[in-house]
């Protein structure tokens, strides 16, 4: 059927030569559209699905904002000594949990190496306190710190509002004078009717025999920093807390908090890692998603953005897709005209409206990062004290799939639209 | 301004081929359609082709003319096999399109069969250069070749300079010269042509028909037309009434 000299381009064509050809068509029809006159329906597109992904990054930053750790997680530091096997503090249920040895004197270690800037034990003891009235004990979640003088945040709660070090440790003889000060949240506060100035003083069960029952005087009272209005905490100077709960034999603590110096993370740790070589050494990254799933509120705030902006998203995109290819019958009719299988025709669909949601989730991310920031402005101006909402890196990934996932639930209804398109009627006109 | 486009036919002991070795290009034979059945039962029909039979042999333009309605589009859609025709055969080149898949059938149409319509049908958002190179995306042919093939296509038309032009950017004459040009780049052996000057004006027609009588010199070629001139460089011409034909004669 052909002559020498013809072109016969079922010689030199391949498989892989047509599927990209067919990427480079969608690509250039909708990069033309994109920059011509003929924009609107793709730019409906790409806003719509913008639009609900800024508002699922939004959402999902509130969402992170809140799960950022507990009351009792809820410091400053940059780096956290826990004990290898111990998944939660052992405080709240009273049952107690594998502690970290010789704390006090391997803290004061790890503070003197460089770039670590400060370096302290925390304990955590239920212990019931009772005002000097005699009023009801309340129990109360007891904290200590070896607080410096700098301005530090330990279970929520400021530990400068401490007299600086910890004189009653006496380098491990226990025998220095007290402190016998504590900063108490407002809902210990509340619940023990106390304010600043007031005195209390531990149940006598908690306190061991031969110990006068000590006088503590309530330095200040202050909200926990996450806004928690209903953990009753309390800071106190760790060796006074150790000799009350009996730790104070093997220097016990629950955890050893390090601060660094600027940029200087990977010194804590290494410092930190040789001070403990046994137990699990964690650099603190405030803002890790995976701390939604411990927290049942803002993991439910998360799936259910994620649920509606996935239904919003693939509505919206089934919609404006299904319209431009119902614009786009003709060019359909000629691609068959021209020799393009079905498969090859619902290709250039496929992948045009797939693009068409992926530009959208781009532009979204940048929109929702955004909106982040203006949500934090706003809440920092009026309501928070602090952010209300986080940015973390993984939300850029995150968005391009849930829209990917999107934009896969949409397609079948403008490739349906597009399997229906009569070739016969369309280049008849 | 080249519009040659040299294609030589020649018998396979290499002499120039006469009308009598030339062979059958396309062959009707009973061919009847109708349109508008659904298969209820309670559907008015129309009846598009009537025991329609006819040849058209290598290297001759056959002209289609006859009223509207008279079936010419119905005979050009068959013949590229967008449509099966409800009874009778159609073969190219020997190969029955009836009896093919629709896979099989857009496969022969992509290889054998370029078309040309009277509104060009281009794509708006691709350039002269990627409408022409259209059916080769789809062949798998790679880029530069794509690309050589169109723009030497684009260059026999008379469009060199109009390579990266959008169709909204050219003429109506240069936007049928495209379409021709993208008829041509599978290097099909049959061309069919839908009122191909119906959207131009006389002159930018008759330079059309020069490209299409050119390109069709060594194709076969079915025209249709209302257009007495562009029927006058058929070899033969077919006159349909109500879907049957009533002249065959050259």
Redesign the interface.
């Known amino acids: 059927?052909?002559?020498d000299?013809?072109?016969?381009?079922?010689r030199?064509?391949?498989?892989?030569?047509?599927w990209?050809?067919?990427l480079?068509?969608s690509v250039?029809?909708l990069w033309?559209?994109a920059t011509?006159t003929?924009s609107r329906r793709l730019v409906a597109t790409v806003g719509a699905v913008a639009l609900t992904i800024a508002l699922l990054v939004v959402i999902t930053g509130v969402a992170l904002g809140l799960a950022d750790g507990g009351t009792l997680d809820d410091d400053d530091a940059d780096v956290r000594i826990e004990p290898e096997e111990s998944e939660s503090l052992s405080a709240v249920d009273g049952v107690e949990g594998t502690r970290l040895g010789s704390a006090n004197e391997r803290a004061a270690t790890i503070a003197d190496e460089d770039g670590v800037d400060h370096a302290s034990p925390v304990l955590v003891e239920p212990v019931e306190l009772e005002s000097a009235d005699g009023e009801d004990a309340k129990r109360v979640l007891l904290v200590g710190v070896v607080p410096d003088g700098e301005p530090r945040t330990v279970a929520g709660l400021p530990a400068d509002e401490l007299e600086s070090g910890d004189a009653h440790y006496a380098n491990g003889s226990y025998d220095g004078p007290r402190q016998d000060e504590i900063v108490l949240s407002s809902a210990a506060a509340n619940a023990l009717a106390a304010e600043d100035g007031d005195e209390l003083s531990p149940s006598t069960a908690h306190v061991p025999e031969g110990l006068p029952s000590p006088s503590i005087t309530v330095n200040a009272v202050e909200d926990a920093g996450d806004g928690d209005d209903e953990t009753p905490v309390a800071l106190v100077h760790l060796s006074e807390l150790q000799t009350l709960s009996g730790a104070d034999n093997g220097e016990l603590a629950d955890r050893v908090l390090v601060w660094s110096d600027d940029d200087a993370d990977e010194a804590a740790v290494a410092a930190s890692e040789s001070a403990y070589p046994d137990a699990a050494v964690e650099p603190i990254d405030r803002t890790n998603p995976s701390a939604l799933f411990g927290d049942s509120l803002a993991f439910a705030t998360s799936l259910l953005a994620l649920l509606v902006g996935v239904v919003i998203c693939a509505s919206f995109v089934a919609t404006t897709a299904g319209m431009t290819v119902n614009e786009d019958r003709?060019?359909l009719?000629?691609?068959?005209?021209?020799?393009?299988?079905?498969r090859?025709r619902l290709s250039i669909v496929a992948v045009s409206t797939l693009l068409t949601t992926l530009l959208g989730a781009l532009v979204g991310v940048v929109l929702g990062i955004g909106g982040i920031y203006a949500v934090n402005a706003i809440a920092a101006a009026t309501v928070a004290p602090g952010a209300v909402a986080a940015v973390h890196p993984i939300f850029v990934p995150y968005a391009l799939v849930v829209a990917l996932i999107a934009g896969l639930v949409a397609t079948p209804y403008p490739l349906v639209v597009a399997a229906r398109t009569s070739?016969?009627q369309e280049?008849?006109? | 301004m080249s519009t040659h486009l040299p294609?030589?036919?020649?018998t396979p002991d290499g002499q120039p081929s006469t009308d009598a070795d030339r062979r059958v290009a396309v062959r009707f034979s009973d061919v009847t359609h109708e349109y508008g059945s659904s298969g209820r039962g309670d559907d008015r029909t129309v009846t598009a082709l009537r025991d329609v039979s006819f040849d058209v042999r290598a290297g001759e333009i056959v002209g289609l003319e006859g009223p509207s309605g008279s079936g010419k589009?119905t005979i050009l859609?068959a013949v590229?096999g967008?449509?099966v025709p409800a009874e009778g055969s159609i073969e190219l080149?020997g190969t029955d399109l009836t009896a093919l898949s629709?896979?099989e059938r857009?496969?022969l149409?992509?290889?054998?069969v370029g078309?040309v319509?009277q509104?060009f049908?281009?794509?708006?958002?691709?350039s002269a250069r990627?409408n022409v190179a259209?059916?080769?995306?789809?062949?798998?042919?790679?880029?530069k070749?794509?690309r050589e093939?169109a723009e030497s296509l684009l260059e026999e038309v008379g469009l060199g300079d109009r390579i990266t032009h959008?169709p909204g950017e050219l003429s109506g004459g240069e936007r049928q010269r495209v379409a021709i040009a993208?008829a041509l780049?599978?290097?099909p052996?049959v061309i069919v042509a839908d009122e191909p000057t119906g959207e131009l004006d006389t002159a930018t027609g008759a330079s059309v028909l020069e490209l299409l009588t050119d390109i069709g010199r060594d194709r076969a070629m079915v025209v249709a037309s209302h257009d007495d001139e562009t029927l006058a460089v058929a070899d033969r011409v077919v006159t349909l009434r109500d879907g049957r034909v009533v002249v065959n004669e050259g």
């Open positions: 059927m052909r002559d000299g013809s072109f016969d381009p079922d030199t064509g391949t498989r892989r030569t047509r990209r050809g067919l480079g068509v250039v029809r033309r559209r011509g003929s003709r060019t009719a000629v691609l068959e005209s021209v020799g393009y299988t079905t090859s070739v016969l280049v008849g006109r | 294609r030589q036919t020649t589009s859609h590229s967008l449509l080149h629709d896979a857009t496969r149409r992509r290889r054998h078309i319509f509104r049908h281009l794509l708006p958002s691709l990627a259209l059916p080769l995306v789809q062949a798998g042919v790679p880029r070749t794509r093939r959008l993208r780049v599978t290097d052996d």
